[in-house]
Nanobody, 115 residues
Framework: QVQLVESGGGSVQAGGSLRLSCVGF????????VRWYRQPPGKDREFVSR???????TYADSVKGRFTISQDNAKKTVFLQMDSLKPEDTAMYYC?????????WGQGTQVTVSS
């Protein structure tokens, strides 16, 4: 059974940093792409960042220059380094693994940034 597990969330003050991890279990393949999304309280889920298996990256404008996505394919892990955090970054963060035929989601990890 394919499972994704996010971790690394927590509570920080504005200007602080957190590093999120998304680890995959239960399969031998790796994802063609992994995306991070977030869902702020009372709002819709929004795209944050994406990394392809080939290493190409994309970021939402709201996090560009502050967040860095990276991966360790051997460990089936994708990281999201979040620096210069702002209160508006407060959200539940989810990772999604995509393959040519499927999509898998984790349960999320909460990030809370106080001013």
């Amino acid at each position: 059974q394919v499972q994704l597990v996010e971790s690394g969330g927590g509570s920080v003050q504005a200007g602080g940093s957190l590093r999120l991890s998304c680890v995959g279990f239960g399969y031998t393949f790796w994802c063609t792409g992994v995306r991070w999304y977030r869902q702020p309280p009372g709002k819709d889920r929004e795209f944050v960042s994406r990394i392809l298996a080939t290493g190409g990256t994309t970021y939402a404008d709201s996090v560009k220059g502050r967040f860095t996505i990276s991966q360790d394919n051997a460990k089936k892990t994708v990281f999201l380094q979040m620096d210069s955090l702002k209160p508006e970054d407060t959200a539940m963060y989810y990772c999604e693994c995509t393959t040519p035929s499927s999509s898998y989601w984790g349960q999320g990890t909460q990030v809370t940034v106080s001013s």
